[in-house]
């Protein structure tokens, strides 16, 4: 068990399906624990802890269900070994195939198949079913939410008591004609099969996380002073301090997020950025934890460490974000909640119609009664879902690609416009001084003016002109500095002068020419204009031209004047824009987009943040503001290149048909399989075999999203 203030994760053995899962969240929901999500495929059960004398409580309950809460060091250490479902599954084996074959292989009258005999084999198989389903069937039962160990536990129960009792009711003559201990012994031994078959799938649809994991690093070296000497030792991850100086040479993973304060060097940042070309570092440069330094060394500042460090966020995201159910999932899970009792319904009228009805003998109406339970499967339809999410947002993650939560997923995919901010999002953002024109006062002053004021901002424009300025000397001394968003900073000096620096907005009422990037006012005077030079970002027509094809409209929406927005779109091939608009305003059109088709938004800047939160998709760039990211649903690490954009739509796309095929294949299985069953063509053993790939096919199929071809 971890806990941390008062959110816990506990990590729980032993579920065999969503189901189980299901079980354990009105469990913990009945404890009093809110926000509970219960992961059938990590194990892991997280919860906000109202009370936490109700933790104790709270796991005798789900201990009591049929499962075992594990420390995480447990987990840990069993990593690697075989599972309890395992060790079971492989015990029961040879039991269950020396009654498969001993009918066929020897004739009734061998020892083998003696009714003694073959009770004997079969009833260690039998107890570890009740050992692995009953005490589960019974815990789900009890909470009002049966599970597939219930259908399990119910047709091998039934087919074990029937041989005992036919083998005590006939004589040893016609007993081995009630006798079904190898059907007992297959339906329990195939299960734990396709149990097995399955965790080991499900654990390949959760491979981003331990990917990401896999980056941080367990030691680090710190820099230090002993007796006067610099000395460079061993520290565990764990316990770096904020501050510390580190020693990170070619090869090493950087332990943490800080800045270089010495040396340079190439650093891969592909598993975090997903750009593949290494990133050259020098002094001031910041650096993220877990990339690789692939040549020189350096020697760095920790900033962010342990939970704080980019890597540790991303994972917290990726986790938060599998747990996010899509709405399609909702109809599986209606259904999933009623299978159960809708099955076992079926098998009793089986049974009636069959015995009943239709003059069918006893025991191949018990037959059919139970080829209907072991053939049935809830577990299918539970995995369609997550499974698919856990792919698809594993997928998106390793290629730079944040996405918030599988309802993101199917949100984007339906998408039909995209709406996009201009400056430092179709653009690179990275401006260059071009032009200062001055009215009435020297450039110095000007330049000082701009230094100071844009500095207060964290729009692209402003950051760029303070590092084309960032030599300058100033002497003005400003107070009262305020920034109005989508408009511009004002500032009074000394002497009450009022100066103003921002949009053509400001000096509207100055001026008709609107093709200046920034226009600087003092005293509602125009004392200069600055024009910047600015580039688009790699591959932003292609990227638009990709959208177009896949049947989504393209707007530029910009505060940027008429005549620049329409060049930037002329470059990309967006077919509408929005020139000189406020936040305000961009709220309004983007919530008149949204009402007419799904909309999605991209932006980057605080004047965005508004506009992302109303879109039905939000997405940031990861050099964007942190109001910005906090706003957006999808957040593009690689924001130097767009054509990630078009990816993670792709990767939602294929997601959302993933979905739907394996929900398809979950419905179709149990629509078709159960009347063949119940009309007596299906021998139960084949069922419980149907039925245990049933679950792999669906967790295959979503294993399948990972390298699938998306164009």
Known sequence: MEEQSQNTVLHIEGMDCANCAVGITKSLQ?????????????????????????LTSAIKDIQSLGYKVVDSKVKEENEGKLSPIEKRFYFTLPFTIVLFFSHMIFNHEFIINQPLVQLIICAPVFIVGIL????????????????MDVLIFIGSSSAFIYSI??????????????????????????????????HRSVKQTTSAIKDLSSLTVSTAKIVGLQFGKEVITEINYKDIPVGAILQVNSGDKI??????????????????????IP?????????????????????MRAESVGNDTTLSKIIELVKKAQQAKPDIQKLGDKISAIFVPVVLGISILTFCLSYFVFDVSLKDAMMRSIAVLVISCPCAMGLATPTAVMVGIGRAAKR?????????????????????????????????????????????????????????????IAKSIVKALQNTTSTIKFANITEEKGLGITATDESKNEYKVGSYKIAKHLTTDDTHNVYVLKNNQLIATVDLADELKSNVKESIASLKAAGINSTLLSGDSKSKCEAVAQKTGITFVYSEQSPAQKLVLIEKLNSEQATA?????????????????????????????????????KHGDLSSLVEAHLISKHTLITIKQNLFWAFFYNIVAIPIAAAGFLNPMVGAL???????IVIGNSIRLKTKRLR
């Open 400 to 460: 730079g690609i944040l996405i918030k939560g599988g309802n993101t997923l199917e949100e984007f995919a339906k998408i039909k416009n995209i709406v996009f901010d201009k400056t430092g999002t179709l653009t690179t953002g990275e401006f260059q001084l071009k032009n200062i024109t001055c009215n009435n006062t020297s450039e110095q002053e000007v330049k000082e003016i701009l230094f100071q004021l844009e500095q207060h901002s964290s729009h692209p």
């Open 165 to 198: 009792i036919g083998m005590y009711t006939y004589d040893s003559h016609e007993a081995h004609n009630y006798l079904f201990f190898e059907t007992t012994a297959t339906i329990i031994t195939l299960v734990l099969l396709g149990n097995v078959l399955e």
């Open 30 to 54: 009945k404890s009093g624990m809110e926000n509970v999500h219960v992961d059938f495929a990590t194990g892991e059960a997280t919860f906000y802890l109202v009370n936490k004398n109700k």
């Open 690 to 696: 149907a039925m245990a790939f049933s679950d792999v």
């Open 601 to 637: 938004m991209v932006g980057d800047g605080i004047n965005d943040a508004p506009a992302l939160a109303k879109a039905s998709v939000g997405i940031s760039l990861s050099n964007a503001t942190q109001v910005a990211i906090q706003s957006a649903q999808i957040i593009l690490l």
């Open 279 to 299: 990133v050259e570092k020098t002094i001031a440069d910041k650096v993220i934890g877990g990339t690789i330094l692939l040549n020189g060394n350096f020697r």
């Open 255 to 276: 332990p943490v997020d800080g800045e270089i304060i010495s040396g340079d060097a190439s650093v891969d940042e592909a598993m975090l950025t997903g750009e593949s």
């Open 132 to 147: 692995q389903f009953g005490k589960s069937a019974f815990g789900s039962v009890k909470i009002g939410v049966p599970n």
